[in-house]
């Protein structure tokens, strides 16, 4: 057993305080993720967890809590929940225990969800994020695996709410950090890093528009060098944004009142979107008393260590070795290996592109070009209409030389609007960037005899030689290479 | 270990049961007498054993995991006082 880690474990840097005209103040957060395990059945019955389907239609006689049901654990879901545990570096327990957690909602059939209470699956572990100035860990204190309740609609009539069970049952990995956060732009990383490193794993999608990921979030804030104060949950975030935006409205509303003498009463809140504030879920605080105990239908979950290692052994490469990897072996800088691991597919994506190629011009042109387009766009990098073969062919157009960096450009639209091998584009369209030095010393020269004033001008002038370059490339239609024009130019023009 | 009444009342309310305030005594005396009754446990020496989980000792079954259950929205409903559209339909719950 390793010794409990300290609860209080960082202190907020100056710049992430609070300024107030009483003294600063600084945050402290952490956070209960709710994400969705990737399976095709529940946790504990045979029915489906697919997305959208017509209400009541994923349910099993065990998700509906009809008498006599009996719960019979999913083991793709074990396999997931110990994925994520190694893929957090985390400590995974070969022996769990199911607890029911009872209260009464009506999309709660069985009048309880099935969770883990005092024995999780995954214990600690760690995420490491990258911050605009450093790299921090941040802690996790364990996984545990759960049921998802139904789902209640209260928009399609005014008096009563419509219950749809295909959520019920479905499984989710609840994962806790410690409350090591100090700051919204930290919460948020976290989230992010989090979602890329389920995603890598395949253990969950992370589609948080689906409600696939979700957080509840804990906050309280306190003098610098000060005890934790008391917190405030916020319930079921469900955008990265929407979490920045809660942590920086209930801070600023505990500060308000400790300033004004009053106390912070722990209680559950919901963030309003809409008005960008949080309010207090009265009703719910009685709930609070779950009465948790062992679940009699359930044995304990327990599984061998040949079991972990046969699951670790195919563990996918995960985004802090990929971004490793990407800085050594292909020479590209810290801030954009991170940006091209961020997703498994534009990773591999980059990978297609730089294989056998320069990789500083291949991650320029994936980031900037084909990442910024598809952004705009809308679209995710599996559904680019330019694929890596065809990026490549730019790229290799570039290294040689047959093309200039403005010509790429040019040839990147039609690659992208058009389709095509982008080596028979160039010659079919003449796009070749003109490196025959008697072409372009024809250019300059013609430049040159027709402007014998500018001529005067550039030779105490020589930050003059751009205008003279700019109506050398104008006369070769973007075609001349800018390094041998300047050369050429410069000897004609005699300056150094 | 006993309770009071106003453990009696809470109780009553988590589990969603109507007690009438005339019956709180009554239910106050039963539970400490079954309180009572069950508290003589305390007096044994559990400390060298392992709490019991099952009674025979066997592995939890597990499931492949493939859909073999659903589809059948209408028998679901079945049973509800009120459904539409094979929703359940309960009184309004939001906030």
Redo the contacts between chains.
């Keep these: 057993m390793n010794a409990p880690l300290p609860l209080d474990r960082r202190a907020a840097k100056p710049s992430q305080r609070i300024k107030s005209a009483t003294g600063d103040w600084e945050m402290v957060i952490g956070l209960e993720v709710h994400a969705q395990v990737n ?3 529940k946790l504990f ?4 967890t697919h997305f959208g389907n ?11 809590a009809m008498p006599g049901m009996l719960p ?7 396999k997931q929940a110990i994925r994520t545990g190694l893929g957090l570096k985390a400590q995974i327990n070969r022996r769990s ?1 199911f607890d029911r957690k ?1 209260y ?3 999309d709660l059939p069985q009048g309880y969800q099935i969770s883990q209470y005092k024995s999780p699956i995954v214990g600690e572990g760690e995420i490491l994020i990258d911050m605009p100035d450093e790299t921090i860990t941040i802690g996790i204190e364990r996984l545990h695996l759960e049921q998802d309740a139904g789902k ?3 928009d ?10 295909n959520r019920s049952g479905v499984a989710l990995m609840e994962i806790v950090s410690r409350p090591d956060l100090r700051s919204a732009d930290e919460a948020k990383a976290y989230v992010s890093k989090l979602r890329t490193i389920l995603r890598y794993l395949g253990t969950c999608d992370g589609d948080m528009e689906k409600g696939n990921l979700r957080a509840d979030v804990n906050v309280s804030v306190r003098r610098p060098g000060a005890p934790f104060g008391t917190r405030c949950e916020i319930k079921n975030v469900n955008s990265i944004r929407f979490i920045g935006q809660a942590i920086e409205y209930e801070a600023r509303r505990q500060i308000g009142i400790l300033e004004d003498g009053g106390e912070i009463i722990q209680e559950t809140r ?1 963030f309003d979107h809409g008005k960008g504030e949080t309010r207090s ?1 009265r ?1 719910k605080e ?1 709930a609070h ?1 779950y ?1 948790y105990f ?1 679940d009699p239908d ?5 599984f061998s260590a040949e079991f972990v290692e046969e699951l670790k052994s195919h563990l996918p490469e995960l985004p802090d070795e990929k971004k490793a990897r990407f800085i050594e072996q292909y020479g590209v800088t810290p801030y954009d290996a991170m940006v091209l691991t961020l997703e498994r597919e534009s990773a591999d994506f980059f990978e297609a592109v730089a294989r056998g190629r320069d990789a500083k011009i291949a991650a320029n042109w994936v980031i900037n070009e084909l990442f910024g387009r598809l952004n705009k766009e809308g679209l995710e990098v599996t559904a680019s209409p330019m694929s890596a073969d065809q990026l490549g062919g730019i790229v290799d157009l570039i290294k040689d030389g047959t093309i200039s960096g403005k010509l790429a450009k040019d040839l990147f639209e039609i690659v992208w609007a058009e389709g095509g091998n982008p080596r028979e584009i160039v010659e079919a369209r003449g796009m070749k960037q003109v490196t025959d030095t008697g072409a372009i010393e024809a250019a300059c020269d013609a430049v040159i005899a027709a402007n014998p004033d500018k001529v005067e001008q550039v030779k105490v002038k020589p930050t003059m030689l751009g205008w003279f370059v700019g109506q050398v490339m104008k006369q070769t239609g973007g075609k001349a290479s800018p390094p041998a024009v300047n050369e050429i130019l410069k000897a004609k023009l005699g300056i150094e | 270990m006993s309770v009071d009444s106003a453990t009696i009342v809470r109780v009553a309310h988590l589990a969603r049961i109507a007690v009438a305030p005339e019956e709180v005594a009554r239910l106050e005396a039963e539970f400490n007498s079954m309180l009572g009754f069950v508290e003589q446990l305390s007096g044994l020496d559990v400390s060298d054993v392992e709490p019991m989980t099952s009674v025979r000792p066997m592995q939890m079954k597990m499931r492949e995991d493939v859909v073999t259950d659903g589809g059948y929205p209408a028998r679901i409903v079945a049973n509800a006082p009120a459904s539409e559209d094979d929703f359940f339909v309960v009184p309004k719950v939001v906030e």
């Design positions: 399976s095709n059945s019955s045979g029915a489906s017509a209400p009541n239609s994923n349910v099993s006689l065990v998700d509906a019979v654990i999913n083991v793709e879901c074990v225990v009872n009464f909602y009506p209640s609609i209260h399609l009539s005014p008096s009563f709410s419509y219950v749809d069970l919901l879920m009703s009685e008393d009465r062992p359930l044995l304990p979950l327990e």
